[in-house]
């Protein structure tokens, strides 16, 4: 896995600017500590997307998938692939022990770590699309709940659905946080027409929300 | 085949055989049953079906038949319309009614959220949660306790005190490992068979995971730490996904043959996981009927664990940092005065670099809640470190908190041979497995002579043993006195190291520093000291490990005793000095401040130090610190510096600051406080980094912080406010989820300590959420919460 320099810089704030030396030096580092933490594990399957009136959900028990923007993500689509994946906990346990030595650090490897689990779900996407075009089907973009109207109540839904306590130990607290932190669910849907290739993009997501990893205009 | 009842049952295994049942899942897939939902519904919505499973198990050949009730917990069966008592108490029944009499085993699952640190269940919680499932197991007869597929060793240990504190149930434990050989949560099978073998289970062991082929090395590390008879639970080979249907790689004869190797290999209770059937069982009782459980011998190892680590004591000396301990260290009494445990986190941390194994807690003074304290600490140290604990306490009943909530095999410190010491303390060592330091001490004080110190000794060693405590978990300090007062015992002690290692055979500790109270240069005696005891057998010495003097001892012994094998370590720790940016020429001329824009932490101590010469402290925080980290904070805003510079800065100001707060106690002035604020990550929240970085920033700026932490209790930061009595409380969250513990704490606030003001930040928050919510102030970053702290004190100084 590839974890790209650039979106590291990019959730540090730095935008497509180059950082100083001390903390270009300090991104590599990150980046190799996060490589050596890390245990990527993700699970993934297909379902059936079922319109009940005006309901969404797909076969499996619990799983509707609320809101205008999910409706929209899979207007054309008859399946999609729901995936769920993690680095694990040791990356978190490592970002508390650095952030009690040198804080600076432990910010620029939590946003390595961030730029891990992207990666990580990048490939995971791929790897849906490569699948989907052998059975002559396009894939949309990932679409996690938290993004536009899709309630992060789905969360712990999806994990039940895929087993993922079990499987790749992720799991969901009662405030519907995912731990382990670094960790990703989303929906692809696969549809017999090429997909809109506009990403799912930050200016569409919860309007005034002070979110510090917002993709800016630089 | 006669069945067994549960008296055979406890005769039998480990000498015998004993078979568990296959999966369940798998046969309630094959039964046409959706998956995804909750199967413990299937007991009453479908409980033919159930029945039928078990009674095609128990006509296989299985001695025990396990209930269909893996995730029967009050989490997982929230939405359900049956309750924990509703599903167990009908489960149990159909395993009992459709076995033909064989037993039955509760079978518990993990809870399906992690325990802190990890996640946010407290421990207390998940005990509770596994309480209810099996009062409600044993209510309804169920025989023995199965809890399989356990990845958080904490969870396990949770999950095992409810199940013996609340049952008289034999209890079988297996965890699921993976295929680095860890399990989620990254323990090891020679861990967890060191921290469960000693909590009073009936078999540990391995379940799911993997095939049986791929167990074969978790069986033969378990086999090597443990005594304890061994259960397997393998997957039919490893699972392949064919047209979304999970199947499973190997054959009943297959999973058999291997299954005979794991028997061979020290596994004497078997039975199948995922992707098994009664087909599996039968082979798997067919393939061992000629062969009888290997008689497994553990090597007999000193080990203390973390949940992730073992370290063996033996062989190579153990350093036991001694730094967390109040004693004669001002600034740690005010930090547990003040409810901080900062402090004792870094010491943790520097001790643990600078090559401690094992770290001793003491939080022992008079003005706390020693217990609370304790409980406190050794979460902190939890949440970072893997570093095995030695928990150091006088009082029975702090030791009892510590040993609930430690995530490994700790170290009581102490048991002694006063009567009233073996009778508290050796009966918590042994409920809870752990280690014991015994002082040679007892009703008559310390012994003088060598000779007398074996005695008690030998005391507290036939009372462990007598209580069941095994010996290797016993350790003897023989106590050193002071060679200033009692110079001729110095030796006395030396010499009962060698002795009572030659008598009993049993590991020895020792606390080194004692040695040279009274007399000045106390480094070099405690290093000469230590090279004594070392030589005379010391295992595991007590001491400060940053002290220079005592690793050049330790490092030079282990060249000189053989331990360090062609002087490897020792060459390689005197090749790469660290090259740090130590005062170099043109460093020295750099301006405190530039040394501050550049974030040079490093350099910035002697810096300080040199102006101290010509200036006074609060003069250099004024003229100095303030304008840098003004500065830099402008740049900031400009976009010209970003976060992980501008923390860099923040960071080298409080390196600096630390120097200067010294130089002011010194002189015995006050502590620089421009006032008090409580920070806190609300309830549910685990986010903590941001609030990690606006602390820097307080403190930076000369305001006195207390950190309660991460997902706190409205209730504690209330408490805590009024106790302390504090006016303004910064609130982080970043879930739209945890906002509402956010608001919640604000009210309670109010309601309770209406002069106290509150300050509130985090991703998901506005200035129109924040108003709506009822914070006092919206702080949309760190420098913003400076303003709003430093106007808020200037306000309230008018």
């Known amino acids: 896995m590839k974890i790209d320099r650039q979106e590291v810089r990019r959730y540090l704030g730095f935008g497509k600017k180059t950082a100083d030396g001390k903390t270009e030096k300090a991104i590599d580092a990150c980046i190799t500590e996060v490589k050596r933490r890390m245990h990527p594990r993700e699970i993934h399957h297909t379902f059936n997307i079922i319109r009940d009136g005006g309901q969404l959900r797909v076969d499996a028990e619990n799983l509707n998938l609320e809101g205008e923007s999910i409706r929209i993500h899979l207007s054309k689509s008859r399946l999609c692939v729901i995936i769920a994946a993690t680095l694990g906990p040791e990356i978190d346990k490592t970002i508390r022990y650095i952030s009690r030595k040198n804080l600076s650090e432990a910010i620029i490897m939590d946003a390595a770590a961030t730029a891990a689990i992207e990666a990580f779900c990048d490939e995971i996407e791929s790897s849906v699309i490569s699948q989907a075009k052998e059975n002559a089907l396009f894939a949309t973009h990932r679409f996690s709940p938290g993004y536009g109207d899709l309630p992060l109540s789905v969360q712990p839904h999806i994990l039940r659905a895929l087993d993922a306590p079990r499987k790749i130990g992720l799991t969901t607290t009662e405030k519907l946080v995912m731990i382990p932190r670094k960790s990703v669910t989303a929906i692809i849907g696969l549809q017999e027409h090429t997909a809109s290739s506009a990403k799912p993009h930050c200016k569409t997501c919860m309007p005034g929300l002070q979110c510090p990893y917002r993709k800016g205009d630089d | 085949m006669i069945d067994l009842n549960i008296f055979e049952l406890k005769r039998k295994i480990g000498k015998e055989f004993i078979f568990f049942d296959g999966a369940m899942g798998t046969m309630l897939q094959k039964s046409g049953l959706p998956s995804g939902g909750l199967p413990e519904e299937y007991n009453f919505t479908h409980p033919e079906i159930i029945a039928e499973i078990h009674r095609q198990y128990s006509e296989a050949g299985a001695d025990i038949i396990t209930t269909n009730t893996f995730g029967a917990n009050e989490i997982k069966l929230e939405d359900s319309v049956y309750s924990v008592e509703d599903v167990i108490g009908q489960a149990v029944a159909l395993a009992k009614n459709s076995s033909g009499g064989k037993l039955v085993a509760l079978d518990i699952g993990p809870i399906g959220q992690l325990i802190e640190p990890i996640g946010d269940l407290s421990f207390e919680r998940a005990y509770q949660i596994f309480k209810r499932q099996v009062l409600a ?130 596994a004497s209770v078997l039975g199948g996981c995922c992707g098994s059937t009664p087909e599996f069982i039968i082979k798997v009782i ?66 643990r670099e600078a090559g401690a194994s094992i770290l001793d807690v003491n939080v022992g003074i008079r003005e706390i809640d020693e217990e609370l304290a304790m409980v406190k600490a050794i979460r902190e140290i939890q949440d970072v470190l893997d570093t095995p604990i030695q928990i150091d306490s006088t009082k029975p009943a702090v030791l009892e908190a510590a040993l609930r909530i430690i995530n490994g095999k700790p170290i009581i410190n102490s048991v002694s041979g006063e009567e009233k010491s073996l009778d508290s303390i050796l009966p918590l060592a042994k409920k809870y497995g752990a280690c014991i330091l015994g002082l040679t001490l007892d009703e008559n004080g310390i012994p003088k002579t060598a000779e ?67 007399l000045p240069e106390r480094n070099l005696l405690n290093g000469t000291f230590l090279a004594m005891a070392l030589t005379a057998g010391l295992d595991a010495p007590i001491v400060d490990p940053l002290c220079r003097n005592i690793q050049n001892v330790v490092k030079t012994f282990r060249v000189l005793a053989g331990k360090d094998e062609n002087a490897a370590d020792y060459l390689n720790s005197f090749s790469d000095q660290p090259k740090t940016d130590a005062v170099s020429p043109q460093a020295s001329k750099k301006t405190l401040g530039e040394i501050i824009v550049d974030g040079q932490k490093g350099i910035v101590k002697d810096a300080t130090l040199e102006m101290l010469k010509t200036m006074d402290a609060m003069e250099i925080v004024n003229e100095h610190l303030i304008p840098a980290l003004d500065f830099v904070g402008e740049q900031y805003e400009k976009r010209k510096l970003f976060l992980p510079q501008l923390i860099r800065s923040a960071e080298t100001v409080k390196s600096s600051f630390e120097i200067l707060h010294e130089h002011i106690s010194r002189d015995g002035k006050p502590r620089l406080n421009k006032g008090g604020i409580i920070l806190a990550t609300v309830n549910g929240d685990v986010h903590d980094i941001g609030k990690n970085i606006v602390k820097t920033l307080l403190q930076n700026y000369g305001f006195e912080i207390l950190d309660l932490g991460k997902n706190v209790s409205p209730q504690t930061i209330v408490d805590e406010a009024l106790k302390n009595d504090i006016k303004l409380v910064g609130l982080s969250a970043l879930m739209t989820t945890t906002v509402d513990a956010m608001a919640e704490t604000i009210k309670l606030l109010h309601l309770n300590h209406p002069s106290c003001r509150t300050f509130v930040g985090g991703a998901v928050l506005s200035p129109e959420l924040a108003k709506q919510i009822e914070a006092d102030y919206y702080g949309k970053d760190a420098r913003a919460a400076v303003s709003i702290a430093q106007s808020f004190f200037k306000q309230a100084l008018t």
């Open chain 2, 452 to 518: 007398e110190r074996l005695k008690v000794a030998g005391k507290i060693i036939r009372r462990a043993l007598d209580e069941g405590i095994p010996k290797e978990d016993i350790l003897i300090d023989c106590l050193v006195l002071t060679a200033s007062a009692q110079q001729k015992e110095v030796s006395e002690t030396i010499k009962a190291i060698t002795l009572i290692k030659n008598e009993y055979g049993v590991k020895t500790i020792l606390g080194i520093s004692n040695v040279s109270f009274g």
């Open chain 2, 286 to 351: 067919e393939m061992t009927a000629d062969l009888s459980p290997v008689s497994i011998e553990a090597i007999k190892s000193t080990v203390v664990c973390s949940s992730t680590k073992t370290v063996h004591i033996g062989g190579d000396p153990v350093l036991i940092g001694e730094r967390i301990n109040p004693t004669g260290k001002k600034f740690l009494k005010e930090a547990l005065k003040r409810g901080s445990f900062d402090q004792i986190v870094t010491e943790a941390i520097l001790q």
């Open chain 2, 137 to 266: 197991g044993a209510q309804a007869g169920a025989d023995v306790i199965l809890i399989e597929t356990v990845s958080d060793l904490h969870e396990m240990k949770a999950a095992i005190f409810a199940a013996r504190e609340n049952s008289n149930l034999p209890v079988f434990a297996t965890m699921t490992f993976q295929d680095d050989g860890r399990t989620l949560t990254g323990t090891d099978p020679e861990t967890m068979a060191h921290v469960i073998g000693r909590l009073g289970v009936a078999a540990l062991g391995v379940n799911c995971s993997l095939g049986p082929s791929e167990l074969l090395p978790i069986v033969a590390s378990m086999s090597k730490a443990t005594d304890v008879p061994i259960m397997v639970q393998p997957n039919a080979g490893l699972p392949r996904i064919i047209d979304g249907m999970t199947s499973f790689g190997i054959s009943a004869q297959d999973f058999a043959e291997k299954t005979a190797s794991l028997a061979k290999a020290g």
